[in-house]
T-cell receptor, first 113, second 116 residues
Framework: EDQVTQSPEALRLQEGESSSLNCSYT??????LFWYRQDPGKGPEFLFT???AGEEKEKERLKATLTKKESFLHITAPKPEDSATYLC??????????????FGQGTILTVHP | GAGVSQSPSNKVTEKGKDVELRCDPI?????LYWYRQSLGQGLEFLIY????????KSGLPSDRFSAERTGGSVSTLTIQRTQQEDSAVYLC??????????????FGPGTRLLVL
């Protein structure tokens, strides 16, 4: 059973064309939802942490929101340098490990000039 | 400040050989994690060290995998008798954990392991 599902798998945008990435989760006892950006050949780069429904975080062109079942990463007026894989991960109270992050499969974002 | 560092960046080995991967966490971070990233599998948790507690090894795929953390800092992930399916990027992360909210994990650049 998938616990973290990201959609779409890939997204192609024109520069300036705003859109949203989705991360839905089915875990209980959420301890935190994390967004990361990963460039080819590099490790994931931390973007945001969200803890409770209704919470929002912003950084430059990115805004992350959280509900009880999903999170959205909104990208406003994207630029080619925003092209990357965006990963969503959750940490929750149940399961076999308290410390681990459970990751989604990621959304590959490509922004064309 | 300095981020998480890992070495080597790339490792090519022959099937059946042992390999050691090293991770230097962010100074002062109490928790250290190992993950594996392979095509089609995404990021998988392997092992978690927190302070002086016994490590959480629940993600290790077989007894060929082991890890240690010396002095609460540097960690080594060892894979014995490597198999071709062990080929992947091995990522290390660290975080500053306490009694409050879950903290972000900061990742290193990874070690790309290829088993021939």
């Amino acid at each position: 059973e998938d616990q973290v599902t990201q959609s779409p798998e890939a997204l192609r945008l024109q520069e300036g064309e705003s859109s949203s990435l989705n991360c839905s989760y089915t875990v209980s006892g959420l301890r935190g939802l994390f967004w990361y950006r990963q460039d080819p050949g590099k490790g994931p780069e931390f973007l945001f942490t969200l803890y409770s429904a209704g919470e929002e975080k912003e950084k430059e062109r990115l805004k992350a929101t959280l509900t009880k079942k999903e999170s959205f990463l909104h990208i406003t007026a994207p630029k080619p340098e925003d092209s990357a894989t965006y990963l969503c991960a959750v940490r929750y109270a149940g399961g076999t490990s308290y410390g681990k992050l459970t990751f989604g499969q990621g959304t590959i974002l490509t922004v064309h000039p | 400040g300095a981020g998480v560092s890992q070495s080597p960046s790339n490792k090519v080995t022959e099937k059946g050989k042992d390999v050691e991967l090293r991770c230097d966490p962010i100074s002062g971070h109490t928790a250290l994690y190992w993950y594996r990233q392979s095509l089609g599998q995404g990021l998988e948790f392997l092992i978690y060290f927190q302070g002086n507690s016994a490590p959480d090894k629940s993600g290790l795929p077989s007894d060929r995998f082991s890890a240690e953390r010396t002095g609460g800092s540097v960690s080594t992930l060892t894979i014995q008798r490597t198999q071709q399916e062990d080929s992947a990027v091995y990522l290390c992360a660290s975080s500053l954990e306490g009694t409050g909210r879950s903290r972000a994990q900061y990742f290193g650049p990874g070690t790309r392991l290829l088993v021939l």
